[in-house]
């Protein structure tokens, strides 16, 4: 595999990780915002749930990075 070509591939695998660390705890945010509206649940689940999306969003985060350092590497 050419060179460059798989230095563009691991910087496109590495500009998702903004995008992981946004998406995580918005989508908390809307979850809980849902709950609330719908079932009347206390404010503090936005809290939670941005947690809980942030958590998820740290184990993608995660994996990623393992990923990219196994294929940097195998060579």
Known sequence: ???SFKLLKMLGIAITI???LIS???AGFLIATWLIN??????KW???CVLLGL?????????LIKHLY???RSG
């Not at 719908?38 to 404010?43: I, Y």
């Not at 958590?55 to 994996?63: A, E, F, V």
């Open 18 to 20: 903004p995008t992981m």
């Open 46 to 48: 936005i809290m939670i």
């Open 38 to 43: 719908k079932w009347n649940f206390s404010p």
């Open 55 to 63: 958590l998820g969003s740290s184990i993608q985060i995660t994996r």
């Open 24 to 26: 995580g705890p918005l």
């Open 70 to 72: 196994k294929e940097s």
């Open 1 to 3: 595999m050419n060179a």
